[in-house]
């Protein structure tokens, strides 16, 4: 169905929004999907604040333009949907790997992240990576790690000098403790 001048403003203005919102983008090739599978794409990605949209190249190219974006030539050919991805791009790389298992439909293209161009291989590592509570887990470990080492070793230094002093203090209580005795054992 061929869209009216109008609607193919608006579109341009659509996508403009959407890149604008999106902090990363996903292009695939989805030849062959059914429109029960497609649905099904949009609904994993509603939770994950992503949309998955069909669209048109020659469209998105002119609002890519708009907002002084490019992409490689051959990844606006054929039939193209876009993941917009709204908050963070791995969990939405990671739903529609799922999505190409479950399907074996769906051809990645590429993507676009922190004004980077992705690879399709790109996006696939992406989609491997642990989920953003698990990366900040690990950091905060790798970064707590130097100062329980620090505290470990004041602790043990603090422990020593205690130790010595205990020995200290036991020491003397046996001296006094043996003085009393040899007191009371001399006669008056």
């Known amino acids: 169905m061929a869209l009216s001048r109008e609607q193919k403003v608006e579109r341009v203005k659509q996508y403009a929004d959407l890149l604008e919102k999106s902090k990363g983008i996903i292009l695939v090739d989805y030849r062959g999907l059914t429109v029960g599978e497609m649905e099904e794409i949009r609904r994993k990605m509603r939770p994950i604040d992503s949309q998955f949209q069909v669209v048109k190249n020659r469209l998105l190219e002119l609002a890519l333009e708009e907002k002084n974006m490019s992409l490689p030539d051959d990844w606006l050919t054929g039939p193209t949907a876009v993941s917009f991805c709204a908050d963070e ?9 799922e999505a190409k298992e479950e399907t ?3 051809d990645f293209k590429g993507g676009w992240m922190n004004e980077s161009i ?6 696939k590592s992406i989609a491997d990576l642990p989920p953003r509570e ?3 887990a690990q950091a905060l470990g790798v970064i707590n790690g130097p100062s329980r080492q620090v505290v470990s070793v004041v602790a043990t230094g603090i422990r020593q000098v205690l130790n010595v002093v205990q020995a200290y203090v036991d020491k003397l209580e046996e001296e006094e403790g043996t003085g009393e005795l040899e007191a009371a ?3 008056a």
């Open 89 to 97: 791009v791995p969990p939405v790389a990671k739903a529609l790997v």
């Open 134 to 136: 698990v990366l900040l």
């Open 118 to 123: 992705l690879s399709a291989a790109q996006v």
């Open 104 to 106: 074996g439909l769906l």
């Open 185 to 187: 054992a001399e006669p």
